[in-house]
Nanobody, 128 residues
Framework: QVQLVESGGGLVQPGGSLRLSCAAS????????MSWFRQAPGKEREFVAHITGGITNVYYAYYEDSVKGRFAISRDNAKNTVYLQMNMLKPEDTATYYC??????????????????WGQGTQVTVSS
């Protein structure tokens, strides 16, 4: 049974930091391609960050333009966990953040419809 469980969300002031975690089980995590998406109330789910998978232990990261230089995605295959370090947070980063997994490499990693598996989400609120 595939499970993705996010944690680490919360309330933070503008300019602050949070680290989200996504613990995976039920599939071969090390070879899976992982992403973070977010969804604000009344808006569509949008791509945030992606990290490649595979067997080479060489991974590449991609980011949505508005988070480049502020967010960093990483993975720990020994812990079956993907992370999203979020720095210099802004009120517009407020959303529910979801991790997602797909077993194969795909050029369409920014599209939610690409993904086979999703977590339940964790709320991030940036407010003073």
């Amino acid at each position: 049974q595939v499970q993705l469980v996010e944690s680490g969300g919360g309330l933070v002031q503008p300019g602050g930091s949070l680290r989200l975690s996504c613990a995976a089980s039920g599939f071969t995590f090390s070879s899976a391609y992982m992403s973070w998406f977010r969804q604000a109330p009344g808006k569509e789910r949008e791509f945030v960050a992606h990290i490649t998978g595979g067997i080479t232990n060489v991974y590449y990261a991609y980011y949505e333009d508005s988070v480049k230089g502020r967010f960093a995605i990483s993975r720990d295959n020994a812990k079956n966990t993907v992370y999203l370090q979020m720095n210099m947070l802004k009120p517009e980063d407020t959303a529910t953040y979801y991790c997602a997994a797909v077993p194969d490499n795909t050029p369409r990693f920014e599209s939610p419809s690409t993904y086979n598996y999703w977590g339940q989400g964790t709320q991030v609120t940036v407010s003073s």
